[in-house]
């Protein structure tokens, strides 16, 4: 993870046509303990709280966006950062 590619794959979020194939890579960098406080220095938080809150009718089609968000959850310095501005 030293090459950066979690503020890459992050900055793919924003592209609707990659965000499918994004969340699916993110989630599973995000199972790795030492992954998810990478995730803190990135927009990714508010990012996939915001796809969270705003797509509730197409979660079921989307189920690596709630499970990136259990993930990141899991992390204090993230859940924090999910709970700033407007978040949750």
């Given at each position: 993870?030293?090459?950066?590619?979690?503020?890459?794959?992050?900055?793919?979020?924003?592209?609707?046509?990659?965000?499918?194939?994004?969340?699916?890579?993110?989630?599973?960098?995000?199972?790795?303990?030492?992954?998810?406080?990478?995730?803190?220095?990135?927009?990714?938080?508010?990012?996939?709280?915001?796809?969270?809150?705003?797509?509730?009718?197409?979660?079921?089609?989307?189920?690596?966006?709630?499970?990136?968000?259990v993930n990141l959850a899991?992390?204090?310095?993230?859940?924090?950062?999910?709970?700033?501005?407007?978040?949750?």
């Amino acid at each position: 993870m030293d090459a950066g590619l979690i503020p890459k794959f992050v900055e793919l979020l924003r592209s609707s046509c990659y965000r499918d194939v994004v969340l699916g890579i993110l989630y599973h960098l995000s199972i790795e303990d030492a992954h998810k406080s990478l995730f803190t220095f990135t927009d990714a938080n508010a990012l996939v709280v915001q796809m969270l809150l705003s797509n509730s009718a197409r979660l079921r089609n989307t189920p690596e966006l709630v499970a990136l968000t259990v993930n990141l959850a899991n992390s204090s310095r993230n859940a924090l950062a999910m709970c700033e501005g407007d978040g949750l």
